[in-house]
T-cell receptor, first 114, second 114 residues
Framework: AQSVTQPDIHITVSEGASLELRCNYS??????LFWYVQSPGQGLQLLLK??????LVQGIKGFEAEFKRSQSSFNLRKPSVHWSDAAEYFC????????????FGTGTQLKVEL | GAGVSQSPSNKVTEKGKDVELRCDPI?????LYWYRQSLGQGLEFLIY????????KSGLPSDRFSAERTGGSVSTLTIQRTQQEDSAVYLC????????????FGSGTRLTVV
């Protein structure tokens, strides 16, 4: 079955440090790729998306992600983390031939130490 | 509307009762999705409506779950004879046909079955 893997369940970083959250998807034709953020008690907010073209995409709140076809990865990065970035982050994929259905990873909980 | 609206935001029900959850998508969005978010299960796809096409019901966990979308707009997710394992946050999302805008999620309905 097509799947999305976020290998890190929890990550803790210090404020001001750089961040990279990993996401891999099962092999297939290039899918549509998304990162969402969910703060406690809130819905999901879209950070960025990749459909085609430049493999480095910029999103909101200073986040970026890079699509690497050879690694089936779409890792999320931020050069300098702020305390307000503490939240849960979800990678999501629309697989080719799967309709428009989003398949989510299990999420990475980010904690920011002051 | 400006965003995806879900009601109620919280619902507590007794085991065995039926519940209805409502989703009002963004005006003009042709696609509507229901997801369930529960501890230990992550985000699960339930059902997907696209325009006038037959819905994709492949994610519904049992025949106690059903959903309809009237007039291509508002959707209602119905859970009959609720069980404690149905306790979760039910999220609705909508998107334009071409996905270019991504998916916009509502804030969810937190269902607690006691």
């Amino acid at each position: 079955a097509q799947s999305v893997t976020q290998p890190d369940i929890h990550i803790t970083v210090s404020e001001g440090a750089s961040l990279e959250l990993r996401c891999n998807y099962s092999y297939g034709a290039t899918p549509y790729l998304f990162w969402y953020v969910q703060s406690p008690g809130q819905g999901l907010q879209l950070l960025l998306k990749y459909f085609s073209g430049d493999t480095l995409v910029q999103g909101i709140k200073g986040f970026e992600a890079e699509f690497k076809r050879s690694q089936s990865s779409f890792n999320l990065r931020k050069p300098s983390v702020h305390w307000s970035d503490a939240a849960e982050y979800f990678c999501a994929v629309v697989f080719t031939g799967g309709g428009n259905k989003l398949t989510f990873g299990t999420g990475t909980q980010l904690k920011v130490e002051l | 509307g400006a965003g995806v609206s879900q009601s109620p935001s919280n619902k507590v029900t007794e085991k065995g009762k039926d519940v209805e959850l409502r989703c009002d998508p963004i005006s003009g969005h042709t696609a509507l999705y229901w997801y369930r978010q529960s501890l230990g299960q992550g985000l699960e796809f339930l059902i997907y409506f696209q325009g006038n096409s037959a819905p994709d019901k492949s994610g519904l966990p049992s025949d106690r779950f059903s959903a309809e979308r009237t007039g291509g707009s508002v959707s209602t997710l119905t859970i009959q004879r609720t069980q404690q394992e149905d306790s979760a946050v039910y999220l609705c999302a909508s998107s334009p046909r071409g996905l270019s805008g991504g998916y916009t999620f509502g804030s969810g309905t937190r269902l607690t079955v006691v």
